[in-house]
């Protein structure tokens, strides 16, 4: 296989792998409505149910990332794909909010290495003029995943036991366990490292990265902005079911739309910013430009909680669906850029923990905050902070340099 051919092959195994984290991920929020009718679930339950897999996710986050920085990215896939699809077959035996909360903690566990993972095998197998495509690519997989998981969802609900989704869902990921210890033997890209390389390598300070400036940006950056896209992924179908009487199957049949949206602009940011950045040579103004156009796009969402037309209000969601695809690839490529091959699973996995946590302490808040009053001041939060956040970055980070941090 040639060695071009083979790279984009192991990009497409990325991209099914993040669809299989988001499919198992987001079957629970298409089939609770199912389980309710088995098991009384309410909406502070149901908040804490989440938690319990952003919990694990929180914490795996970043060990994964640390993890997959020192055993490479074949092992730390391998791992983390098995550990949660078994996970996720697990949830077919649950039977009370107690298990349900267990068995989505371990889904945590075993989807924390996902990501981190993911941004270690682009740099270990991509040309660095690609980065932000292949990224994209990779990434665009999570929005495929959640695209799928609605009308997947709503149709083996028409003849089958909830519990069979799960089993169903979770063994695809042995499936793709297999063909990725099949593919990735051999590395015929890899470079040897060099003298500076094998220096920081051994010289790695986890301490040191987690103090520095830049780290500190971006995971104040996932901290602020990763509550609202588990809003959508945990809450919508929810809000569309009980706001405006939309029933499962109707919202299989438009749920895949908005997350369609999001696995386009991944690959489309993607391609812009590396556009960009072979005509300019300027890798930090290329992620910004499609980063700050992401941002405006998000401002519409403040108004959902004034909408009565369901169609409307998905073609805004959708609008923040792309505006955070556009957003995410160049966020992650960003620390790709920033910290090299030595400390980038690190970062996002840091990154993505301090997003989860945040997630954590909220998830049960949103669902007091609905209970008790409605969704309307989550929308006005989730329309207005990635501008607010964009700002934020353009005054402590833009004007740093993209070259390597050096951990040594």
Partial sequence: MKTTTKYWWVVFLLLIATSLSFLDRQVL???????????????????????????SYAIMFTLGGVLIDKYGSRLGLAVSVGFWSFATILHSFAGSVFQFATFRFLLGIGEGG??????????????????SLANGIAIGGSALGAVIAPPLCAYFLGFWDWRYIFIMTGAFGFVWLVAWLILTKKNELAEAPSKSEVVEKRSFSFIKVLKSREALIFM???????????????????????????????????????FLALGVANVTGGWVSDFIFQRTSKEAFSRQVVMGFAALMTLPVAAIGLLDSYVVILVLVGLAFFAHGLWITNYI?????????????????????????????????????????????????????????FIGYMIFMAKKKSAAFSVA
């Fill in 29 to 55: 929020s298409i089939v609770i409505i199912k389980i309710k009718e088995d098991l009384f679930i309410s909406d502070v339950e149901y908040g804490f149910i989440n938690s319990g897999f952003l919990a």
């Fill in 220 to 258: 104040a950056m996932r901290f602020v902005l990763d509550p609202i896209l588990y809003f959508y992924m945990f809450w919508i179908p929810k809000y569309l079911n009980e706001s405006h009487g939309l029933a499962v199957d109707k919202i299989g049949q438009l749920l895949w739309v908005p």
């Fill in 333 to 389: 490529t960003s620390i790709g850029d920033v910290f090299g091959k030595t400390a980038s699973s690190t970062v996002v996995g840091l990154s993505g923990s301090a997003g989860a946590l945040s997630s954590l302490v909220l998830n049960p808040v949103i669902g007091f905050i609905i209970s008790t009053y409605s969704y309307d001041s989550v929308w006005i939060y989730c329309g207005l902070m990635y501008p607010v956040v």
């Fill in 114 to 131: 996902c990501f981190p993972g993911a941004v270690r095998a682009v740099i270990e197998w991509v040309p660095k003029t690609k980065h």
